[in-house]
């Protein structure tokens, strides 16, 4: 066995973060599976293009020859399992894409890792970790003064996207305990940063306010989230790969909670600070209210003492500091953004926001 991790989904937002601060600090060996999906951009790694520890495949989750080959050819140490379709609007127009990466693919993957795993010895089998990476939104949502959700939290999902990942939480949990399988999961609150594709909220908002466009902002706007920047979940994730208990979970959160209509306010005034708007007046005056999705969660939060009680980690940045780094990341990276707005892109907005009704 080498040193060296199989990461699935790298390519994606939080993914491609992960691999850029593995290579920065643990420095070994990455082998990045990922299908390149609308979501997935290997422009996002091109920094590592010629680095001989860094290889990207385009492939699969639920190609189980695939994954088999590439674990007995590459023989890693540990895998980091990010692979997911993660939008709630798009679970809600098209839920069978959804099952099928979230629960067969992550069956898929965690049936090749197992016997890839049998066939170790001993002691590789024992310093072997298979990380699956999920979301706080299994969990299902909080009233106003309900306790922020801790890892013994009932699972409640309330959409096709929770169901799913809720689905391959329980898969991943089976496999520890039936097989042993050294397993760790994660559930996160909603990130932030730089590489967000821009149907999530905070890059939406940052680039429609950049561009003068209406800022689409659900229902009554009072739906809470906990926000989490992505270099501090990227961080916790290599404290549980390395020093969490095998077949535990860990909730990570960033301890900020903000309504949905703060964090659009906030951006409006971010964006007029670093681009002074000309003629039209305030960002702020591009809110519009639309109408709300299906079954929309009315808060998150959660609760991440445990993480901090054993492994030490808590979120270095503070939600109104990682916003402004958020902020300067897009309006600095124009051509990233350029080469994501494709047409597909486009034609979803359009579906998703344009033609929901305002209220």
């Given amino acids: ?50 680095d001989p520890r860094y290889l990207l495949v ?25 692979a997911a379709e993660s939008h ?17 693919g992550t069956f898929v993957l965690l049936d090749q890792v197992k016997g890839y795993w049998s066939e170790l010895n001993a002691a590789d089998q024992a310093a072997f970790r298979f990380l699956h990476v999920s979301t706080d939104e299994v969990y299902g949502s909080l009233g106003a003064h309900d306790p922020a959700f801790s890892e013994t939290t009932a699972y409640s999902p309330n959409s096709p996207y929770a169901a799913s990942k809720a689905a391959s939480d329980h898969l991943a949990r089976a496999y520890h305990h039936t097989w042993g399988l050294p397993v760790l999961t994660t559930n996160c609150s909603n990130n932030y940063g730089p590489f967000q594709f821009p149907e999530k909220l905070i890059p939406l908002v940052i680039l429609n306010a950049l561009e003068g466009k209406p800022l689409p902002v659900y229902g009554d706007g009072k739906n809470v989230r906990d926000w989490l920047f992505v270099e501090d979940h ?70 991440a003492s445990k993480l901090t009680r054993e492994l030490g980690w808590q979120p270095a940045e503070q939600f109104e500091g990682g916003l402004r780094k958020t902020v300067r990341w897009y309006l600095d990276h124009s051509s990233w953004v350029e080469s994501v707005q494709t047409g597909a892109y486009l034609e979803w907005i359009t579906q998703n926001y344009t033609e929901r009704l305002a209220i």
């Fill in 1 to 50: 066995m080498r040193d060296t991790i199989l990461v699935t989904g790298g390519a994606g937002f939080i993914g491609s973060n992960f691999i850029l601060s593995w290579m920065e600090t643990a420095g070994s060996e990455v082998i990045n599976l990922d299908l390149l999906t609308y979501a997935g951009n290997p422009a996002n790694l091109s920094s590592l293009d010629r």
């Fill in 58 to 82: 385009r492939g699969d989750i639920c190609d189980a020859d695939l994954v088999g080959s590439l674990l007995r050819k590459h023989q890693p140490r540990g895998i980091v399992h990010f």
């Fill in 88 to 104: 709630v609007d798009r679970s809600i127009a098209s839920p069978g894409a959804f099952i099928r990466t979230n629960v067969q």
């Fill in 234 to 303: 990227c961080a916790a994730i290599r404290a549980v790969l390395q020093r969490g208990r095998v077949g535990e979970t860990y909730n990570i959160g960033g301890n900020s909670e903000r309504t949905n209509i703060e964090v659009v306010n906030l951006i409006c005034d971010l964006v007029d600070e670093m681009r002074p708007p000309r003629s039209s007046g305030a960002r702020r005056n591009l809110i519009t209210f639309v109408k709300d999705r299906p079954g929309h969660d009315r808060r998150y939060a959660i609760d």
